[in-house]
């Protein structure tokens, strides 16, 4: 058994429905399909769930809905007309969405979730209206009556435990599932959010719930890339990767998978099948716990901007008991969070995000752990960029902290910090932003054109 997810440009159009059910009917162990709300029809167009937050923000503001209330349900109605499905559908979706705008905004963060999730929600009745009226047997089901049950955190639901055997149960279902992505339900019987890339983790619970054999993520991309297009014309694609490569990739910047989407398919060793909605015989990208086959020792190159470095330097540190934890208290005084901290005998280096800090705050800081380390040097630096380069093959490669740090300062780009963690599954370098581009193409060349 397989679960299928479709994202929101997979969903888009009656053009996209068709798509689907090409693919959802080539395979006949695709029995659950998890659906997104319909995403951008062109470049210029609005995704519904953008549509679905002005909604929310307008009825909170008591400003006047009717129109853009008008433009969301069309939406629905464009795909049920141009795909001969029954408007019975469009007559629900309606009421439902009246209903959700009409209900209790004592708690915005609340009425909000209750708002966007009916992108998703109404968007699953829509997929099962349109299967069966192809003659392909369909259900919606409610996340609620299927036993998907979640924390009460806004916008960062967590699956429950329990939810996994209740799920387990939709592989009796006769007819084909349609479960609507994005949220589940709080024990009290209130709608939760996920995170950012909220279908791909309700897509991950079902697999797992499930014990799906194959986890399939379709999207608009042949397969994930080695590295951004944007920096590099026409990258290789990276056909295999394992679970932690990934969220190695996903940390650094690769927008593929938020980190943590894959989690509960990991939990259960499910294997997942990045494909893309317009071209499905294409091989894809394959999320697996171990490789299949030796992968060279570099699979992806990924950067994220926004981050600031601290810098303290003094004589004889490694000396002094407890010099680390007085760093990271002063830290916490200031209700700040740390990503890395490298360091050698005498400095260490603190890496944070940049939206954190003011320049009042950075006067702050430099001023406490100058007087309270008795440090020679403390400094703050912003706009790093934290470069990272992954491969599970690594350890098994001997000089790839050399060859990167040769291909970097070929291409005259000063490494500010170097961090390898003990797993060596990546090599992260914090460089300057205004050099971003020039070291991921460098690394580029170094890793996947030079051999």
Not at 36 to 47: C, I, L, M, N, Q
Not at 101 to 112: C, T, W
Not at 139 to 163: C, D, I, M, W
Not at 183 to 197: D, L, V
Request: net charge negative; aromatic share 8%.
């Amino acid at each position: 058994m397989k679960v299928v997810k479709f994202g929101g440009s997979s969903l888009a159009s009656a053009a996209n429905f068709e798509q689907i059910f090409q693919i959802i009917t080539a395979d006949s162990s695709r029995k659950i399909v998890v659906v997104s709300a319909p995403g951008k029809r062109f470049k210029e167009d609005v995704k519904v769930t953008d549509l679905l937050i002005d909604l929310a923000t307008k009825a909170l503001l008591k400003e006047e809905t009717t129109e853009l209330f008008e433009q969301i349900v069309a939406r629905y109605q464009e795909i049920a007309s141009n795909t001969g499905t029954e408007l019975a559908v469009i007559k629900s979706i309606r009421s439902d969405l009246q209903a959700i705008l009409a209900s209790d905004k004592s708690n915005p963060d609340r009425f909000m979730d209750r708002i966007k999730a009916s992108g998703e929600d109404n968007n699953a009745k829509l997929v099962a209206a349109f299967f069966n009226a192809r003659g392909i047997p369909a259900r919606y089901h409610n996340p609620k009556e299927a036993g998907l049950f979640v924390t009460a955190e806004h916008a960062n639901a967590q699956v429950l435990q329990e939810s996994y055997e209740n799920l387990y149960n939709l592989r009796e279902a006769n007819e084909l599932v349609v479960f609507p992505g994005f949220f589940g339900y709080t024990k009290s019987g209130e709608i939760s959010t996920f995170s950012r890339s909220g279908s791909d983790i309700t897509g991950a619970i079902l697999a797992n719930g499930v014990k799906a054999s194959l986890y399939e993520n379709f999207t608009d991309v042949d397969a994930v890339f080695t590295v951004n297009p944007a920096f590099v014309h026409n990258p290789q694609e990276i056909h295999e990767l394992t679970y932690r490569e990934m969220r190695e990739l996903s940390y650094a910047g690769f927008s593929i998978f938020h980190e943590e989407a894959l989690l509960p398919a990991f939990e259960a060793g499910i294997p997942v099948h990045i494909k893309n909605t317009n071209n499905p015989t294409c091989c894809g990208t394959k999320i697996v716990n171990a490789h299949e086959q030796v992968a060279r020792p570099v699979v992806g190159i990924a950067s994220d901007n926004g981050f600031s470095q601290i810098y303290i330097s003094k004589y004889l540190m490694n000396r002094e008991i407890g010099f680390g934890r007085r760093v990271l208290s002063i830290l916490e005084k200031y209700q700040l969070t740390f990503e890395h901290m490298p360091s050698g005998i005498d400095d260490l280096t603190v890496i944070l995000r940049d939206n954190q800090l003011n320049p009042d705050l950075e006067q702050t800081l430099i001023k406490n752990l100058t007087e309270e380390l008795q440090a020679d040097y403390v400094n703050i630096e912003r706009d790093i960029t934290l470069l990272m380069i992954v491969g599970e093959s690594m350890r098994h490669n001997i000089g790839t902290t050399y060859r990167a740090s040769r291909a970097l300062a070929n291409a005259g780009v000063n490494i500010e910090m170097i961090n390898q963690g003990s797993s060596e599954v990546s090599i992260m370098f914090g460089i300057k932003k205004e050099f971003e581009k020039t070291a991921i193409r460098a690394l580029y060349e170094e890793f996947f054109k030079s051999h």
